[in-house]
């Protein structure tokens, strides 16, 4: 057996030969590795999350009651989609189609999956899409540059957001 040479001291070395040991390097490697893969498993449901936050969401239900309400005409207020269609901030639905009143299934889902970001399933109290455009004397965010679209949380309008929002999980 080839003698290693170590870094340490000569009486340590001599020490370990004296009682028939040899020193042992051992590799960090393994180690390393199993680091990195314990923290990618703690952190993967994270990045899922971000990646598919629709999942406990009712399609359906969206498409039904609370896609019309971003077409809907409010006194005083521009419809949602007006100000909203193509725009480039967090809440962007798609462009309605030529001489159509409402979104394509199509567009629908890509709709669903951006305001899906919008909202904590199962809490509509902390939930963007219901605080932002709602008035500050009733919770909501203290600007919206549409206005408030909602004077307070029993608008019913408001409250189907909120229920859908709330039914998810």
Same mark, same amino acid.
């Given at each position: ?11 340590f070395a001599d020490f370990l030969q004296q009682k028939g040991m040899t ?19 703690q952190a993967a449901p994270l990045f899922a999350a971000d990646l598919a ?25 521009? +419809?949602? =989609? ?10 962007? !639905?798609? /462009? @309605?189609? #030529? ?7 199509a567009q629908s889902r890509r709709n669903f999956e951006i305001v899906s +970001?919008? =909202? ?10 219901? !605080?932002? /455009? @709602?008035? #500050? ?33």
């Amino acid at each position: 057996m080839a003698k290693m040479n170590c870094a340490f001291s000569s009486n340590f070395a001599d020490f370990l030969q004296q009682k028939g040991m040899t020193p042992a390097l051992v590799s960090l490697a393994p180690l390393a590795r199993a680091a990195v893969i314990i923290l990618f498993l703690q952190a993967a449901p994270l990045f899922a999350a971000d990646l598919a936050p629709t999942s406990s969401l009712d399609f359906d239900y969206y498409r039904t009651r609370v896609e019309p309400i971003f077409l809907k005409k409010r006194a005083g207020h521009a +419809r949602c =989609v007006v100000c909203h269609a193509g725009s480039t901030n967090a809440f962007h !639905l798609e /462009p @309605l189609p #030529p001489g159509s009143s409402t979104w394509t299934e199509a567009q629908s889902r890509r709709n669903f999956e951006i305001v899906s +970001r919008l =909202v904590t399933p199962g809490d509509p109290a902390s939930s963007h899409l219901l !605080l932002h /455009p @709602l008035s #500050p004397k009733a919770g909501g965010d203290a600007f919206h540059s549409g206005g408030r679209q909602f004077a307070s949380q029993d608008d019913p309008d408001w409250r189907v957001l909120a229920d859908w929002v709330r039914n998810g999980k």
